[in-house]
Structures are given as C-alpha cells and as structure tokens.
C-alpha cells in the first residue's frame, strides 16, 4: 500500500478532495500503469489514513461522498515517504521475472512461442505509452507526469530487447 498511500497523500497536498476526485485524478495520470494502483484500495486508504490521523473528514457529502484534508502529521507522512521514494532502492516486484525463474519448465517450443507473443505485447505497450505522453496535460495532469510514462517506455524497451535476445537463445538451445 505505501505506493497508493504516498500517491494518495501528495494527490491530498493540493486540498481537500473526496474519493471519486482522487481517484480521477491518478487515473488521468495513468498511475494503474506505472504505480500498480488497485483504483479500489483508494477509498479503504482513505478511511485507514483518516483513522490514523493523517487525514481529517472536512465534509460528510450527501450520496457517501466524504471528503478528506491532509493533517499536519499527513504532510510529515507525505514528505518522510517522498524523501525515502528517492533515497532508497526498493525491488521492482514484477510477475514476469517470477514466470522466467521456472522458464526452463516449458517446452522450447512453447517457450519460443509465449516469448514471442509477450515481445508482441510489449511493443503494443511501448507504443501505448508512447501515445499517451502529453495528452494527458491537456486534461489537466502536471507535465511531470510524462516522466512517469517515459520511464515506463524504457523500462518496456529494455525487456522487450531482452526477450528478442533471449528467443534466439531459447531457439539455438542456449535457454534454458
């Protein structure tokens, strides 16, 4: 949850929002992509964070719409996570490298044919997000945002050489 919290504290440091608004506004900068964000766990991290005092119910709207403020030990909160974001590496934690750790349990057959198919996904994606650099700021998204979808790109980029790479080995019997 921390990266949902961070994204849902700092989305907060502009002024008090309620859920629906929140979740808006990490949709439009496309943080379900490059943050793993369960659009659901929003309104749980909300309740959980105003229970801990990081936030303060400022409105009980009519239709369920509460809406939250930062408190004073929210913006602490924000600002020790922000800090410790840039300061430390934390693991990537992607299925992918969970499916090449037993890669040797499929046929080289099937094996050449999954990897071609995932390099066929990854240039979808790499274009994808390619697409969506600076469309999103006419919608209102901080261009910094874009540096979120950049990063993404190459991060594609660098696992789909791997995988186109990888299929000549998996083909010449080198892998796995």
């Not at 961070?6 to 949709?27: A, C, K, N, S």
């Not at 969506?132 to 980029?157: I, S, W, Y």
């Amino acid at each position: 949850m921390s990266s949902t919290r961070i994204l849902i504290l700092g989305t907060l440091l502009d002024g008090p929002l309620h859920g629906y608004e929140v979740r808006r506004r990490l949709e439009l900068w496309g943080a379900s992509h490059w943050a793993n964000v369960a659009f659901g766990s929003i309104y749980h991290g909300l309740a959980k964070m105003a229970e801990e005092g990081l936030l303060t119910v400022v409105e009980q709207g009519k239709g369920g719409k509460t809406v939250y403020e930062l408190t004073p030990d929210g913006r602490l909160e924000f600002q020790r996570r922000l800090l410790t974001s840039w300061w430390e590496i934390q693991p990537i934690v992607d299925p992918f490298q969970v499916a090449l750790t037993f890669m040797d349990r499929l046929a080289p057959a099937d094996l050449v044919v999954a990897m071609e198919a995932r390099a066929e996904q990854l240039r979808a994606a790499i274009s994808m997000t390619e697409r969506a650099m600076g469309g999103k700021q006419a919608f209102g998204a901080p261009r910094h945002v874009d540096e979120c979808l950049r990063l993404n790109a190459a991060q594609l980029t660098a696992q789909l050489a791997w995988v186109s790479e990888a299929i000549g080995r998996v083909k010449d019997g080198e892998l796995p």
